[in-house]
């Protein structure tokens, strides 16, 4: 009954999509009932830029509303809605425009680098912004500059420190979800698992980077497990991800590191949500034309790096 019922609604979808001129960008984070509706799936930038591409005329995003913002920046001509815009990210709430200037105040002579989880107001506020990517290049790219400060997340501000030998002025932000995943659960993961390559996100704590075989974005994640020679690997992010890793290598077995590393706001959106979000083409997700240009500009610097 359930799985007719599924069906039914995904065939609702697709007539829906026609009518409206839509696209379906769905996060490597997202339930499986999401992603098995997506037109891309991917990370916040991969999707960003498949939205400032697509001839589509209204971009549903199924992600957080960062993720959405930052669509919205890139193509500012399209309609960007979400199924359900309380899908937000705690850690880019960790970190508000007043509290970046006040820092920026503090430390006069720094480049200001933001990760790409933050809001378009912060973001308006960044010299440059970063993914998990591109984080190290990014930084990279100001050798001269006296002094960096990285938001908001204090264990990617750790990562990029380590590879690219800097100090950095960090925040104290951080992911929940990544939190959860601890050095005892890759301990326990790698005993059962003596043959896996381990793969965690570098929003994990530092204990836990230290002991994986690679530290990835979600997008570098998918690239390594098809390309890697390796038949098994724990991967420590949010969950959501192993559903995609499976199709996309149906010859390899993914592990989570921790199973308690679900993120709540990325399993907000439902099938049901995004036939409501059709139907009515909401809830839109703009960000002001002032606030827009400055955002851009963060993420056009960040462009010309990488
Ligand atoms: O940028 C993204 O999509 C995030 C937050 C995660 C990742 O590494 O893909
Ligand atoms: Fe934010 Fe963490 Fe959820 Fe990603 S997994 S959206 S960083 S809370």
New binding site residues.
Partial sequence: MQKKFTKDLSRTIKELKKKRNAVILV??YQLPEVQDIADFRG???ELSRVAATTPAKVIVFCGVHF?AETASILSPDKKVIMPDVHAACPMANMITAAQLRTLRKEHPRAIVVGY??TSAEVKAELDVCC???NAVAVVNAFKDAKEVIFVPDKYLADYVSRKTGRKLISWDGFCPTHMRITAEDIKREKEFHPFAKVLV?PECRPDVVAMADAAL???QMAKFAQNDPAKEFIIGTEVGIIYRLKQDNPTKEFYAASEAAVCPNMKRTTQEKVVWSLETLKQEVRVSDDIRRRAKKAIDRMLEII
Avoid: P
Wanted: glycine letters at 0%; proline letters at 0%.
């Fill in positions: 996060h490597n990370d916040s930038l993720m790409v989880n993914t998990s990517t996100h974005s979600t997008s």
